[in-house]
């Protein structure tokens, strides 16, 4: 009964698994976005404003963008590798994980 639903579970959500794939690195760039922007704004903040200016656009427009791209799919590869019956439970623990990341830094 218990493995009826879990297998039901996880092949619903294999139906939405790049959506979820998705979710999951956009929440992780945003609780660990300020960190990154925090370190890059460390490393250039003796240069001009121009340079700064510019750093901050080519990592919040590409370097995010980029990142985005490239982990989506590779997360998406790896959560199609976990069997159905075990899908819908590690995906709900990913979300209360990071939600308790999330609550943690205050995001």
């Not at 009964?1 to 039901?8: E, K, N, Q, T």
């Not at 579970?9 to 998705?22: A, P």
């Not at 922007?37 to 240069?47: A, E, G, L, S």
């Not at 590779?74 to 609550?103: K, N, W």
């Amino acid at each position: 009964m218990l493995d009826d639903i879990l297998i039901s579970f996880g092949s619903w959500i294999r139906g939405h698994l790049f959506y979820v794939s998705m979710m999951i690195s956009a929440t992780v760039l945003v609780i660990w976005g300020g960190d990154i922007n925090r370190i890059v704004r460390n490393q250039v903040q003796t240069y001009h404003f121009v340079v700064r200016t510019t750093v901050f656009v080519l990592l919040c427009a590409f370097g995010y963008g980029l990142l985005l791209n490239w982990l989506a799919p590779f997360l998406h590869f790896q959560l199609a590798q976990v069997s159905s019956r075990y899908l819908g439970v590690l995906i709900l623990g990913i979300m209360i994980g990071l939600g308790m990341i999330a609550e943690r830094k205050r995001c």
